[in-house]
């Protein structure tokens, strides 16, 4: 009896020491886990919003030139003016001319007039170039706008450097069918005339130029 509660006392010993070390290693195990934090646990909001919120590219309009299309042979705009059933925008600049220059960088640069535009034939002509017609259209100071029906008659236009609004103004005074006014066209100069260049002294000090073709 004394030799097997001896045994007894041992076996209850060795069965209390490993369920000691089965739950210490068992929280071992678990406490060897790192912790996992509420940040790592799930994304906070913004994360998500962030993840989700694609950037979108604005898409470029087609319909929106680059630049304006520019013709520099008078003859070739006519032909497509009266092919298209367009007016002519005559832009008369030279090299040299400054408030040309300028008008090229700014005016013409415009988004609404290079949309406008669109419904024009745009010529430009360089009157060292092309002086006959500068000479018809009696060019006397730079630049000088004109809005001209496919038959090369004016019906509208204005001379010096002209800002956006300027510019839309003169071509929203053009006729839409392309036709000359009854009356004698001229070229009324903008309160913006002392930036432009002179190419030669008027015989008059009228402040308006006329197409000597329509006198």
């Given at each position: 009896m004394h030799m097997k509660g001896i045994l007894l006392v041992v076996a209850i010993l060795l069965l209390g020491g490993g369920t000691v070390l089965f739950f210490t290693r068992t929280n071992t195990i678990v406490t060897d886990r790192p912790p996992t934090s509420d940040a790592t646990a799930e994304k906070r909001p913004s994360d998500l919003d962030r993840s989700q919120n694609v950037s979108i590219q604005k898409q470029p309009d087609d319909s929106m030139p680059q630049e304006i299309a520019w013709?520099?042979?008078?003859?070739?705009?006519?032909?497509?003016?009266?092919?298209?059933?367009?007016?002519?925008?005559?832009?008369?600049?030279?090299?040299?001319?400054?408030?040309?220059?300028?008008?090229?960088?700014?005016?013409?640069?415009?988004?609404?007039?290079?949309?406008?535009?669109?419904?024009?034939?745009?010529?430009?002509?360089?009157?060292?170039?092309?002086?006959?017609?500068?000479?018809?259209?009696?060019?006397?100071?730079l630049p000088t706008t004109a809005v001209v029906g496919s038959d090369g008659k004016p019906v509208a236009g204005a001379i010096g450097y002209l800002d956006v609004d300027r510019f839309m103004e003169v071509l929203s005074k053009a006729q839409p069918d392309g036709q000359a006014q009854s009356e004698r066209v001229s070229l009324p100069k903008t309160p913006s005339d002392s930036n432009s260049n002179n190419l030669r002294q008027a015989p008059s000090q009228s402040n308006r130029l006329q197409f000597p073709f329509l006198e």
């Open positions: 013709l520099t042979d008078y003859d070739k705009a006519l032909q497509q003016a009266k092919k298209e059933d367009k007016l002519i925008v005559i832009d008369f600049f030279a090299t040299w001319c400054a408030p040309c220059k300028v008008m090229e960088r700014t005016t013409f640069a415009d988004e609404r007039v290079r949309r406008r535009m669109t419904e024009f034939v745009p010529l430009k002509i360089d009157v060292d170039q092309q002086r006959e017609i500068a000479a018809k259209y009696g060019i006397q100071s």
